[in-house]
């Protein structure tokens, strides 16, 4: 495809598309590893307009929206987990326009956001059965290990990855 593809701050008016991004992505992604019912209950949770609203309000939480023709296709959001540097930055793309570079965008102005609050080193976990977000993680993060983590009611192995900032 050929479109340009525009990063910015979320605002109150992306909420209703942000919860469409997430949910395409989500159900394309987690159906066959979680359930339809539990990717629909997590959305349900961690998706909701106050959820999203803080997230926007608050500083030192980065939402950023990706835009192609206006229309968001993707957001990421990411902060400071721990006060000895460490972050998170998570991502996700409309199933339609995955592949499109889209996510290497997002993780650009997340990463800038992150070295704003003296972030060192982003931390993220994917389930190991996520190959789309696997994927993405191996191309731009260094695999640091596997653990286990709680998701859906159901405890799932997850791929650790971590991306140094010192060096970007």
């Known amino acids: 495809m050929s479109f340009q593809v525009g990063v910015r701050p979320a605002t109150e008016h992306d909420i209703t598309a942000i919860q469409q991004v997430a949910h395409a992505a989500w159900h394309a992604v987690y159906d066959d590893v979680l359930g339809e019912e539990a990717v629909d209950t997590h959305l349900a949770e961690g998706y909701t307009r106050n959820v999203l609203e803080r997230m926007i ?13 206006d229309d968001v296709v993707g957001y990421a959001s990411c902060g400071m987990t721990d006060p000895v540097g460490i972050g998170d930055l998570d991502l996700y793309v409309h199933p339609d326009y995955w592949g499109e570079g889209i996510g290497s965008e997002l993780l650009e102005r997340g990463k800038k956001h992150l070295k704003s ?48 900032l010192a060096r970007v």
Do not use: C, Q
């Open 57 to 69: 309000d608050v500083d030192d939480i980065g939402l950023f929206v990706a835009t192609v023709d």
């Open 117 to 164: 609050l003296s972030v060192r080193t982003i931390r993220d976990e994917v389930l190991v059965d996520n190959e789309v977000g696997n994927g993405f993680y191996r191309t731009h993060f260094e695999r640091a290990g596997e653990r286990t983590a709680r998701l859906g009611g159901k405890e799932l192995p997850v791929n650790v990855y971590e991306l140094s």
